[in-house]
Nanobody, 118 residues
Framework: QVQLRESGGGLVQAGGSLRLSCAASGRTFSRYRMGWFRQAPGKEREFVAAISGSGGSTSYADSVKGQFTISRDNAKNTVYLQMNSLKPEDTAVYYC???????????WGQGIQVTVSS
């Protein structure tokens, strides 16, 4: 069982920045592929970014490339999502996810609201 807890969301003006954090339980965090998804009002949940266990490999949705950066600190069992130049269309509930066995994302956080005002 892996528990994920997001923090760092909130309200920000367009052009601003936020950093989301996700603290994970588990002794083998460095083996987990971690990621972020988001769901905007009235839209389907979408992939945002992912990072390998070592942190050496990352991937991003086209919509956030160059704008968001995913990183992790395995000593702190934490993954981050740095979000810059935020736009109103980035408004969504952001979910932290963990893949512990190389398949689908097995565990999801409860989600955290990010609201970007114009």
């Amino acid at each position: 069982q892996v528990q994920l807890r997001e923090s760092g969301g909130g309200l920000v003006q367009a052009g601003g920045s936020l950093r989301l954090s996700c603290a994970a339980s588990g002794r083998t965090f460095s083996r987990y592929r971690m990621g972020w998804f988001r769901q905007a009002p009235g839209k389907e949940r979408e992939f945002v970014a992912a990072i390998s266990g070592s942190g050496g490999s990352t991937s991003y949705a086209d919509s956030v490339k160059g704008q968001f950066t995913i990183s992790r600190d395995n000593a702190k069992n934490t993954v981050y999502l740095q979000m810059n130049s935020l736009k109103p269309e980035d408004t969504a509930v952001y979910y932290c996810v963990a893949d512990i066995d190389g398949g689908a994302y097995d565990y999801w956080g409860q989600g955290i609201q990010v609201t970007v005002s114009s």
